[in-house]
């Protein structure tokens, strides 16, 4: 694990996370590629993973900028933090598999239970009450925090965008796990973490993606949030 500075915030002080190891379980998917992109593209050391090391490979290859890739099991072990975005219908498989290797870890979960029919998305509560919460129950021995659930996958991989201007709500049980999840979404030009509650408030931020995604049907865009007077 690499040991973390202090750097000046207007808030408060966050840590120094550039030379924290970023995982992404999930990295050949829209979301968790265009994540992979922009934090490797702001210097963050990334790896990608997937079920199979060669198709992650393969993915890292085509994004480049240092991005390594490898099977989940080894993304977990070698990385610092690890970013959940896998489907939603594999979310418990994929953790459950992962325990001893996310142990002590950092899990920041970005998984939205939606489900879609004629008249759109909306949003699933699973049992324990968010994804994220099944995270913690299914991980006790890591740090889950939840963040990064509001981000359009078309923008993070558009390499013609410069910033992804937006807010990042962060939830978590412990502060110093959720400040470091700040910190890593301020590494991203445009993002600014904002922490957002304990990880029991994490249904109704995975939920709002449903209404985000009604809104960027309607007007053609690819809508973010941005919370005032913080």
Known sequence: MTSLDSVTNPAHDLPDVSRLVVGVLGGTGDQGRGLAYRLAKAGQQVIIGSRTAERAEASAAELGLGVRG???????????????????????????????????????????????????????????????????????????????HHLSAVLLQDESVAEIDTDVMVLGEERAATDIVQALAGRIPGMRGIFAGRLRNAHQVESLVANLISANRRYKAHAGLRITDV
Do not use: M
Request: with cysteine.
């Open 70 to 148: 490898a099977d989940n099991a080894t993304t977990a072990r070698e990385s610092d933090i690890v970013i959940v975005a896998v489907p939603w219908d594999g979310h418990a498989a994929t953790l459950s598999a992962l325990r001893e290797e996310l142990a002590g870890k950092i899990v920041v979960d970005c998984v939205n239970p939606l489900g879609f029919d004629k008249q759109g998305a909306y949003a699933l509560k699973p049992e324990e009450g968010s994804a994220a919460q099944q995270a913690a129950a299914l991980l006790p021995d890591s740090r889950v925090t939840a963040a990064f």
